[in-house]
C-alpha cells in the first residue's frame, strides 16, 4: 500500500502513521518529496484495512499495490479450474453451450425448448423459477413449481439444469432440485446470499452486476470460495452504460482480462448482454474467439409467445444455426464443443 | 404503447397484433406511415407487458406511454406522504437529518458518535450491524449484537435508529429492534427483500442502486408499496460513473426529478454520494437547496480510527457546522430543521 | 414522431398542435386515451425537429419513429460500400489490418515499426504527426515534418498511410500527404471539422467518441456524407465507462448493430479499445468474428520506449502472431485477411 | 510515481529502471516486498511522462502520486481568480447569471430575450451563432451574421455576450465580438482550438466534456493558461450517464470539487445539465448552496417556437422567478446575486 500524505502534514504525523503500520506487522516505508511526503506498506494489505488509513485527516490517497482477492487469483492458484456440469467439464478446453428459456412457464412450452436446445447440442439447460423482474406487476416467476418442472424436463432429457436463487431462505431448495445455482446480476453483491451459497455443495454461475468492476466481481467469488464453494463459474452479462441502442453493453474485454487473472472458468451471456436476437449470434462468436469457456444463451420455442425476455430469445432455428456456426471458430481458436 | 413494426411488416401482421391488443381490453389504433405501419394500444400497460410483443419478429421497438409505476406516483396520490420517525414527520415541511457512524463498532464509541449527533441536533441514528462489503476480508459487522447495542443507545438517548437489513432471514429481528429499516444500494433489486420488508409494519429507507435508474427506483419503491407498506422513503446516494475524483457521482437532478413524479419523501446521503470528507457540507447544502426533505450523513466519534469508510465520515465539530450551515439554506427555501 | 401531451393539456391545445403538424406537410394522428392524449405526425421527421414541439409546455416527450439518419442508413442503400486503401478495398469481403505507432517519433523508428508490420500482412501504416494529448505537457506531435516523414515510410514501403487531422486549417495539407483522414475520438463531434473533411476527396476514418451512442456515430457520419464524402469508416475504439481495469470498453456489440444498420465499413481499434497489450489479440480475433472490416492496431519496433501508448502496443513478434492467429478466425467465418 | 512491477521481474530489470529515474533528475527509490517490487521516482512527474515507463513489459501498472495540472492548480496559486465580465468580477464573491437563448435566431427574438434576462437581473448575455449539432439537418447557426446580430443587442442593451466559438478559423472573428468565448462541451478536448484561444487576450468559458472526468477538464484548462490565456471559467454541464430521465446528469460534486482544487471560477449550466425546463431552478439553486460562482441558463422569450433546446429554456418570468430565490439563497452562504 502506498499512503500519499498531505502537502500540509507534519513529520511527527508521518512517524505516527509508520509506527502503526510496523504495529500491524508490515514493513513501513519512508519516502519524502518535494511536494509531499510518500509512506509504504509492504506486506499483506487486507490486514491494513483494518488501520482506517483511509479515515485520516492527513492521509491524501491510498493506493493499493496487490490485488485484493486471493483464493480466485491466478497468482496463488496457476492452473485452470474446472466445474463439472453433466458432460461439460467447464473452464476445461470444450467450450460449453448451456441454453433455455428465460423462465419456467408451462411444462410443455419448457420441454419444447429444452428438446430443442439438446437436439442443437447444449449441455444444459437454463430456466428460470424465481425471477427477478424491474416491475412487481411483470411474471414473477413459479417459484417451487417451477423448479420441480425444470427438474422434471431435466431428468426427462438427461440434461443438468441451472437456475437463478435469489433468496437465502431458498438456497436449500434450489440445492436441491438444480444442478447448478445461478446468482444473478442484480444479486452479485447481495453478500447474505453469497454466503449462504458458498456452503452449498454445488456449482455456481456467478454474473456480473450491471455496475460492477471486474474487481467486484472477482471479490464476489472470493466470498463463495471464502465459504468453501470452489466450483465457481463467473458470467460477463454485459454492464450498464449510456448507450441505448443495446439493452446493455456485453464487455468482452473482461472476459480476456479475467482469464489472465482468474483460474475460474468464464462464461458469457450473449442474450442479456444485448438485448436484441439479432446480435446474439456475433457476440456469441465474439466470446469464443476470446477465450470464453462457453456461454448460456436465452431460447425459446416460441418467442413471439415468450412472458418474459422474448425480444432477445433465438428462435431454435437460429440457435442451431449458432450452434453450426460456432465449431469452425472454436477449432480456430484451438477448442471445440462439449 | 406505442408498437412501431419492422419495414417488412406485412398487413396481416399488423391485423394481427391489433387484434392480440383488443383482446386485452386495450383500445387498439393503426397508424400507417410512409416507412413504417405504427400500431397504438391505449390503456393500462401493465397489461401489455403480458401480450410478449416485445418478442415478436417484426416489432421493431416499443415505446410506452405510461409510467410503469402507480403507487408511488404523484399522479395517482397528489399530496406528499410523511413517514414518522422520532420527532421528525419526513416528507412534511422540516427537515430531517439523521446521523451517525457506518457501523455498530463498539458501544463506547457508538455512544459517543450519537451524543455528538443528538447535540448537533440529528433526529436519529444511523449505524450498521449488517454491513455490505466488498470484500470478505473487511469487517462485517456485528450483526444481532450490533443490533441490540444500537437499540440500547438509541434508547438511551431517546433517538430513533435506522439500520440496514440484508436478508430476508433477519428483516423479523431487525424489524423488532430498529424504528427505520435501510435497503441499501446493492439490495435495491433484491426483489424477495423488497417483498418481505414491504410485509413489515415499519419505515423503510430504500438507497438507490449504484447503477439504478430513478425508474428503477421507483419500482423497487413501487414493490414495497404493492406489498403493503407505504411508510417509504427514498435515498438518493450517488451513482456509478467514469468519474473517479469522487467515489460516487451523486444526481441531485434526480431528487428534484423525484420530488415532482413521487409524493414519496427523498433523503439524500452526502456521504457515500461524495465519499470524500470534505465534499460532504456543500452538497448537503445542495441537498437542502434542491427540495431533498432531508439528510443521512456519516460521522463518527474519531474517522481517522473507524472500522469502515472513515474517509467520508465527519468529525463532530464539522457536522456541528453543517447543521448551523444548514439552516439558513432552509429557511431560504421556506424551510426549517425537523 | 409520437407526441405525448401532458394529462393537463386541453382539447385546444391538441388540435393547435395538430394544425402546426399539418402545415408542415406531415400526416397528423389524434389518439385521445384514458390518461394522456398522443399525437402522431407520419413523414419526414426531419421536417418535424423545425416545429420546436420539445420545447411546448404542454408536451411531455417526444419519441421518434424514424432514425435520424438517412444517407448512412442500410434501408436506404441496402449494400455495403467498399472504400479502397491500398491493396484492401476496406468493406467487401477480405479483413483489412492497418498498424503502425501511436505517434511518428522519428524517421527510424516509423520505418522499423513500417517494415514489421508490412512484413507481417498490414495493409497500411497508421501513425500520428497531430498528436491529441490530454495534458499539454505531454509530445504533441511533429505535425507537418511528422507527416512529410510518413508520407516518405510509405512511399518507401509501398503502402497507403492513415493518420490523424485535428483542425479544419490543417485539412488541406493532411489530405495532400495522407491516403486517409482519420478523425479522432475526441473530435468525433467538432461538427466544423466534419463539415471540412466532408468536402475532401480522400477516404476518412472515423473514430466513435468516449461518450458517443452508436446514434451520434452514425449521424457524424451523416456529416461527412451530407457534405459530399462517401468513403467513410466507422471505427469502434472503446467508450467510457465505469471500469477501470481497461482504459476504454470496447463496444463489439455497436460493431455487430452497425453492421445491420449502415452500409459504411466498420474496423476496430482493439489498442485503445483495452489500453492493455495482453488484451488486444483477443479483442482482435473477438472483432473478427462478430463481423468487423479491419483493424487498426498499435504496433512499435520497441513499445517500452514509445513516447506514448506504449503499454497498449505490441511488439512485431506479438502482431505477427496476431496476424497468424485471424486467419483461420477469418476463414471460420468466411472471410480471409486483405 | 510510484511503479509497481509485474512478479516476475528480475533485480536486473528494476536496476536499469531505477537507472532511467535517476538519468531523468528525479530521485529513485527501490521497495522490494514479498510479492513485488515497487519503485518510486520523486519529483516533477511530467518529465516521467517521457520515460514511456508503461509501455515497460516488466511494469504492471504506474500509480501517480502529484497530480498532472500544475497551472491552474490551487497549489500553486491558492488565491481566486476573478475575471471580469462587464459588471461582474466572476470568481470573486458575487454570484454572476449569464442568460439567453440556445441561439441567435432573429434580431428581434434575440432583442426580446435579451431584454427579458436583463430586466431579471442578469450579467451578461448567452446565445449562439455557431451551434454544434447531433443532426447535420438540424439548425446550425447563423455563424457570421449571428455574431453581428448578437453584438448588436449586447451594445444596445449594454450587457456584454458570450458565445461559442467552434474552430481555429473563426477564433479572431469570434474574439472581436464577443467578449468572452465559449468552448463547448463537444470540443473540450479540441486541442488545436484550446490552443488558439490560449493565444486570445479575452476571458474563455470552458465547458466539461459529455465523458471528461474532473481531471481532464482541469488539464483542458491548463492548455490555455499554459498558451498565455488566464482568464479561463470552468462551466459544469452535465456528463453522460445511464440515467435517461434528465438529458444529462448534472454532476455539482465536481464542482465542489473544483473549487477545492482550482483557483479559477467554476460556473453551472442547469439547463444543459438537466434537459428538462422544470428542473432548472432547484438545480441552480443547489449551485449556488454547493459554492458555483455563477450561472449559465437558457432563456427564451417563447421557447414553445424556440429553434432548438426548448425544453430546456426557461420563460422570462421563470428566470425572474429564479433570480429572486437565488437571492435568500446565496445570503445563506455568504454571498449575493453580481
Known sequence: MIIVLKPEATQEIAQELLARIEEKGLKPLYMPGSERVVLGALGDERVLSQLGLDGHPMVESLKPILSPYKLVSREMHPHDTAVAFGRANIGANAFAVIAGPCAVETEDRLRRSAIAVRAAGAVGIRAGAYK????????????PDGLATL????????????TEVMDTADVEAVAEEADM???GARNMQNFSL???VGKVKKPVLLKRGLAAKVEDLLLAAEYLLAAGNEQVILCERGIRTFETATRNTLDLNAVAYMKQKTHLPVLVDPSHGTGVRDLVAPMSLAAAACGADG????VHESPADAWSD???SLYPHQFEALMSALEPVLAAVGRQLA
Open 132 to 143: 427477478p423482474r424491474t416491475s412487481p406487476y411483470s411474471f414473477q416467476g413459479h417459484g
Open 151 to 162: 427438474r422434471k424436463i431435466g431428468d426427462e432429457l438427461g440434461l443438468p439444469v441451472v
Open 181 to 183: 445455482l445461478q446468482i
Open 194 to 196: 453469497l454466503k449462504a
Open 295 to 298: 456461454l448460456i444463451v436465452e
Open 310 to 312: 422474448g425480444a432477445q
